[in-house]
Nanobody
């Protein structure tokens, strides 16, 4: 059973940085693609960044150049480094993966709040 646990959220001023972590159990993080999604209050959950099993990365236009997704295979953890944070980045951030049977796994989410 795959389990994902996010951490690293918090309150930060605009222009600041945070690093989110997604600790995985039940699968090596190098086996599947992993994603970060975010959901702002009253809005749908949207894809922020993806790292493929091969290590390729893709970003939403809104975060390109500011956010970096990466993984540490030894720690079995996926990261989201977020720089130049803006109030519009305020959301609950979720880690996600999908196995080869197309079964989705989500973490519980971590709140990121960016103040002006």
């Amino acid at each position: 059973q795959v389990q994902l646990a996010e951490s690293g959220g918090g309150l930060v001023q605009a222009g600041g940085s945070l690093r989110l972590s997604c600790a995985a159990s039940g699968t090596p993080v190098s086996r599947y693609a992993f994603d970060w999604y975010r959901q702002a209050p009253g809005k749908q959950r949207v894809l922020v960044a993806t790292i493929s099993s091969g290590g390729n990365t893709v970003y939403a236009d809104s975060v390109k150049g500011r956010f970096t997704i990466s993984r540490d295979n030894a720690k079995n953890t996926v990261y989201l480094q977020m720089n130049s944070l803006q109030p519009d980045d305020t959301a609950v951030y979720f880690c996600h993966t999908r196995n080869w049977s197309l079964l989705d796994y989500w973490g519980q989410g971590t709140q990121v709040t960016v103040s002006t």
